[in-house]
Nanobody, 124 residues
Framework: QLLEYGGGLVQAGGALRLSCAASGRTLSNNVMGWFRQAPGKEREFVAAISRSGDSTLLSDSVKDRFTISRGNAKNTMYLQMNSLKPEDTAIYYC???????????????????WGQGTQVTVSS
């Protein structure tokens, strides 16, 4: 079970750090990702990180502002979001790929474990 937290309301230009935690399992054996979905829009890839944490993948819209990382604890992952814009407003989800796969991907159908999401709202 994945759980996201750290969302909230922030002014444009501000920052938030989202956390993803797992209970009863380790995340270090899974490729992990962050996705987001705004009202009326499809789920969108934000970032992904390899099992080791040495390799990351970010969407063009966030790559200069967001950072994905793993925590020292094997069951945590983070998304540091800086210079937030109103268009970043969405529900943010963390997700895990099945253990058999070791490549980061941008397609949400490649991830089979999902959290319930955390709302991020950026005011202008």
């Amino acid at each position: 079970q994945l759980l996201e937290y750290g969302g909230g309301l922030v002014q444009a230009g501000g920052a938030l750090r989202l956390s993803c935690a797992a209970s009863g399992r380790t995340l270090s054996n899974n490729v992990m990702g962050w996705f987001r979905q705004a009202p009326g829009k499809e789920r969108e890839f934000v970032a992904a990180i390899s099992r080791s944490g040495d390799s990351t993948l970010l969407s063009d819209s966030v790559k200069d502002r967001f950072t994905i990382s793993r925590g020292n604890a094997k069951n945590t992952m983070y998304l540091q979001m800086n210079s937030l814009k109103p268009e970043d407003t969405a529900i943010y989800y963390c997700a895990a790929r099945p253990l058999a796969y070791d490549r980061s991907t941008t397609n949400f159908v490649d991830y089979d474990s999902w959290g319930q999401g955390t709302q991020v709202t950026v005011s202008s």
